[in-house]
C-alpha cells in the first residue's frame, strides 16, 4: 500500500491541495495525517473536510487540542497563541466533533503515528537524542512516524545507537532493520528553510520512504490569512519557510 504521510498542515488548504494532488499523481492510496491539522491557517473547516473526504487517518497535535479548548494556549508563544485563539472562535460544531474523535496515537500495521513522540505525543520534538531514545524505547512497531518540528527527518535506532538524517526529496531510501522513526516535515508551515511543502510516500510492502517537496501558491494562503486577520509575520514566515 501507497501511504501518504503528512503531518502539519495546519489550516493551509491551499498546501494540502498541492500535497493530495502530487501524492495522488503518485499512486497514493492512503493518508496518514499526524496533526496540527489547524492553528496558524485560514481555512481550519476546510482542511478537516478535506482530509474527511480523502479518509485520512489522523491523530491529534497540540494545535488541534488547544483550538478546542481541550488544552489552554499558556505554552504557546504570543502569535501562536493569538492563532489559536482566532482558530476556536473559527471552528464549525463538526470540526470540534472531529477532533474530539481523535487520539494521541494511532497504530497502522508495522506503524505508530503519533504527533510529537510516543512518549509525550502532544509536546515533545523528537529533535534530541534523549528524545529520540525515550519514542524509540516506546515503539512496539518497527516503524513510526512523527511531526511536531516541522522539519523532515530520518530516524533509525540500530546497535550503534540513534542515528538521524535529513531526506534528500525524491529518494526512496529502504526501512532495514532495527526501529526507524520517519518525519515527513510540515505541509503547512515548513521551517527548514525550504517554503515548499514537505511529505513522505511510504510503500508499506516494499518498506521504503521517499520524502517529498511540493511548490504551492503561498501568495493565496498569505492573502487569506491577511483577510481573516491572522498575525502578519504568520504569513510572511511562509514565504522564507521558517
Ligand atoms: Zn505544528
Known amino acids: 500500500m501507497r501511504v501518504a504521510l503528512i503531518s502539519d498542515v495546519h489550516a493551509n488548504l491551499v498546501a494540502l491541495e498541492a500535497v493530495l494532488a502530487d501524492a495522488d499523481e503518485r499512486g497514493v492510496e492512503t493518508i496518514w495525517n499526524l496533526g496540527d491539522t489547524v492553528g496558524y491557517g485560514p481555512d481550519p473547516n476546510g482542511v478537516v473536510a478535506r482530509l474527511v473526504e480523502a479518509g485520512a487517518v ?3 497535535g497540540n494545535h488541534d487540542a488547544a483550538a478546542t479548548g481541550a488544552i489552554g494556549t499558556e505554552w504557546f508563544n ?5 492563532a489559536a485563539e482566532w ?4 471552528l464549525e460544531p463538526e470540526t470540534v466533533g472531529y477532533f474530539a474523535g481523535l487520539g494521541e496515537v494511532v497504530r497502522e500495521g508495522e ?4 504527533h510529537g513522540t510516543l512518549r509525550q505525543p502532544l509536546w515533545e520534538y523528537l529533535m534530541t537524542e534523549e528524545a529520540a531514545e525515550g519514542h524509540f524505547e516506546l515503539q512496539e512497531t518497527p ?4 511531526g511536531h518540528t516541522h522539519v523532515p527527518l530520518l530516524v533509525r535506532r540500530g546497535t550503534e545507537g540513534v542515528e538521524g538524517k ?5 529518494e526512496a531510501v ?4 532495527g526501529l526507524v ?3 515527513p516535515g510540515s505541509v503547512g508551515q515548513p521551517r527548514d528553510g525550504d517554503p515548499r511543502s514537505s511529505y513522505a510516500l511510504v510503500n508499506t510492502e516494499a518498506r521504503t520512504v521517499a520524502h517529498h517537496r511540493v511548490p504551492y501558491d503561498i501568495g493565496e494562503t498569505q492573502r487569506r490569512m491577511e483577510e481573516a486577520g491572522l498575525p502578519r509575520a504568520l504569513a510572511e514566515r511562509l514565504g522564507y519557510g521558517r
Open 174 to 177: 529502504a526501512l532495514g532493520e
Open 143 to 146: 516503524y513510526s512516524a512523527v
Open 58 to 60: 489522523s491523530v491529534l
Open 78 to 82: 504570543s502569535l501562536a497563541a493569538e
Open 87 to 90: 482558530t476556536r472562535a473559527h
Open 181 to 183: 522513526c520517519v518525519n
Open 166 to 170: 535529513t531526506p534528500v526529496p525524491g
Open 111 to 114: 506503524w505508530s503515528l503519533a
